[in-house]
């Protein structure tokens, strides 16, 4: 089973940045879609971006224009930099990865083929 783990996470002021990161066990990032959830206390779970595995990029609305997600060189890698993050992005993040779908199709799943444990994102204003 391949496992998704994720780092990056912390304590940061209103307008700081992070950069988030998730390392696979095998090389996935070519024939999976891959992308960022997040889930904030008391808060449904949220997908965030995700990357087809045709390179389709998407983003949920409140986070266009201040977050980037992006492949690394390697083909374990995904990042999600966060920039501008405001108190309303607390939440922990989790990377998923999927087959056979497109990268808007796995913002909209609820169960994923592979998920993360997690990192823990607070942002203090």
């Known amino acids: 089973q391949v496992q998704l783990v994720e780092s990056g996470g912390g304590s940061v002021q209103a307008g700081q940045s992070l950069t988030l990161s998730c390392v696979a066990s095998?090389?996935?990032?070519?024939?999976?879609?891959v992308g960022w959830f997040r889930q904030g206390e008391g808060k449904q779970r949220e997908g965030v971006a995700a990357?087809?595995?045709?390179?389709?990029?998407v983003y949920v609305d409140s986070v266009k224009g201040r977050f980037t997600i992006s492949k690394g060189n390697a083909e374990n890698i995904l990042y999600l930099q966060m920039n501008n993050l405001k108190p309303e992005d607390t939440a922990q993040y989790h990377c998923?990865?999927?087959?056979?779908?497109?990268?808007?199709?796995?913002?909209?799943?609820?169960?994923?083929?592979?998920w993360g444990q997690g990192t823990l994102v607070t942002v203090s204003s």
């Open positions: 095998a090389d996935i990032m070519s024939t999976y879609a």
């Open positions: 990357i087809g595995s045709d390179g389709e990029i």
């Open positions: 998923a990865a999927e087959r056979r779908v497109r990268a808007a199709m796995l913002l909209k799943l609820r169960n994923h083929e592979l």
